[in-house]
């Protein structure tokens, strides 16, 4: 997992799959995990990224 931070925020995201991107955001009160189903079938034919923007992490 992939991390940046920008003026004391951090965002961290993943990628799988190849092909032009899609950007997967979640909103407000999901996981990210809900993506998990989607993209699987998505990234057979695209770059999926999916953001954990919200997210606590350790």
């Not at 997992?1 to 993943?14: R, S």
């Not at 032009?20 to 990234?43: C, D, E, K, Q």
Request: charged residues 15%; positive net charge; glycine residues 10%.
């Amino acid at each position: 997992m992939a991390l940046v931070e920008n003026q004391g925020t951090k965002i961290y995201w993943d990628e799988q799959g190849r092909g032009a991107p899609v950007l997967l955001i979640i909103g407000l009160g999901y996981p990210s995990a809900s993506w998990h189903r989607t993209r699987l079938a998505l990234a057979q034919h695209f770059r999926t990224i999916l953001s954990h923007a919200g997210e606590c992490r350790a």
